[in-house]
């Protein structure tokens, strides 16, 4: 194809105007010419301003044709056998010498496939017969066609393709002007129409009935409203400018779907559906007329619709954010509602704790008593026997068997093999060793004097529950002060407190939890702090009651575990950076799942479905909470080869009470110490 000789673009920076027909059959040739003979540039007199027109075989010649030429119409043909208008121009149609081009299909075939892309991306501007292009409206819609490549292609106001074909009902007059027009025909055909004077709140048509009549608007405005089954008005459309009132549900023979009442002042004529068809039957422009209003108000209510249903999916969207943000509220309140039955309960116990352990304060004291006197009476009374060989082999019996040490089990066997060869009975020599004799020189005393072996024995068993009645009751008295320590009610915070000490009474509390759990210390040196004894309490406890817990029920399901030794809890204190102390708790045990971790913080949360123990039940959601109360941080770091909880506390993390106005003073918060972990991958970071 020969381009040399084409005629120049009106447009010079655009290079020569082209209309391009691909094909390389005896159709397009004629086509071509067909469009060579009878198109010119709309509203132009000039021939050498009409397109040139080519035929080129296939999209990569037409696209080495765009490279150098403006593009204006490309023309492919659809039928049988050929290839699909999409698989031709969809390579090309985003070249540069073609974003303006329109695209024409013309059609062989009734039913046109393969053009879902140019559909899809809004290029498809026109589908034609291909056995019309000797039709005069064939070259119109081509000459339109190109009147809408210049107006894109050079961005300069021409005259519109409406303007030079006009759609029937496209209208520039507005809807007061055009109901004019068409009041003047009505007078003209039916004689001069009165006008009626329709005030405000007036209905013209009730929902669900039918009309028989229009009512053509001339001023003033309408409001229509749809009444649901449940009696409440909905506002369809406020302040409405529509024109023909009525003829929608004339047309369509249905009852009215809403109330259209007047919300102004209505100035119109009333028209019987009889008169109305004379008019539009008779007089062409009339129906023209009624159309364009009717299309009008039709678009101005489905736009309606649509804005309606815009902000239907807004208020919808909002309504769902609120919807969560009530729903995180509610969680946040059962959250901070159990976190107050669980303090409640708490206090509780503290209260029921602190008074146990003060009425058996008085009772343990008298018990402490007795058994200091009678360790220290009973050598005087024994000493007051007339038989004083009898009286002090009696009184050296009872204090070795309360000064005796706990023997092991080797030291214990070869003791009673010692005094089996002096008593030259085996079963008297195991009664002697466990009621405490365990010194064979003063068994081989007993043997030849008058207190006698069996003497010997009772006595040896009168000391031994002497040094038990008082070791228990020291026992008891030691349970009673950690109590009275962990059941100290929250006032104002207390200074100078020893965590060591805190942690020391939390073990011996829950120490019935420990059988068989090794307890190890590594203890720093730490400064006193200030804090809520009690409430730290409780955190030891519930830390070191859960490392209990998963230790033993590691054991009871493990078939290899050792049911003596089930595990060891380490106990570990530091000063990691000044003003701040560290407590970490770590067990051996199997870990925490990884599918449990994320939740271990939530209130309510358990492991323990469908088991019953008997707990505090705080968890460790009110554990964090009471750590950060404190100022402090919490963190969990688990692992298969175990759990380590991690508290990080302030020396000075509560405030002071407050002093009298006239000396209040402020005090920074502590800054929170950096902490890292030895397995980034486990720790789970809180607060």
Known sequence: MDTASLPTSP???????????????????????????????????????????????????????????????????????????????????????????RFVVVSSVKRVRGVSWLIDTGRLHWVEAADRYQDSSFHSNLAAQLTRYREISTEVPTRSALDVHRFPFSQDHSDSEIMQELLALIDEYLGVQPRIVIPEGVKLIKQGKRSTEVLLVERGTVTMVHRRKSGEPVAIHEGSTSRVIGLLTLASRRKTFFTVTTSSEVIGVHLTAEQLSSV?????????????????????????????????FELAQQLEGERSQLAAALKNLEHTRSELVAQERLASLGSLASGMAHELNNPLAAIEHIAHALVSNLPHLLQSSPDSVWADQAIRTIESSHDAPALSARRERELKRTISELVSDPTLAHRLVVAGVQDPELVRELAGGSLGLEGAESAATIGAQLRDLSSTAERISELVSSLRSYARPDGDPVKDVDVHRGIEDTLRLVSYLLHGITIERDYGELPVISCHPSQLAQVWTNIVANAADAMTEAALTSATSDPVHIGTITVRTSVPTEGWITVAISDNGPGIPPAILPHVFEPRFTTKSGQVRFGLGIGLPLCRSIVAAHHGTMRIETGSTGTTVTVDLPINGLPEPAPPRDTLTSQPTPTLPETTSNNPADPQEFL
């Open 280 to 312: 539009i039957t008779s007089q062409p422009q009339a129906s023209r007329l009624i159309s364009s209003l009717f299309i009008r108000s039709l678009d101005q209510r489905l736009r309606r619709s649509e804005q309606l249903q815009v902000q239907h």
């Open 11 to 101: 447009h010079p920076h655009r290079g020569r105007e082209l209309v391009v027909v691909v094909g390389e059959s005896e159709y397009h040739q004629q086509l071509a010419e067909a469009i060579r003979n009878n198109m010119k540039a709309p509203g132009a007199e000039e021939a050498e301003q009409a397109p040139a027109v080519v035929v080129v075989e296939d999209a990569a010649a037409a696209e080495h044709v765009g490279a150098t030429n403006a593009v204006a119409m490309l023309i492919v043909e659809a039928g049988t056998g050929m290839p699909e208008p999409d698989a031709i121009v969809r390579e090309i149609a985003t070249k540069p010498g073609f974003c303006a081009t």
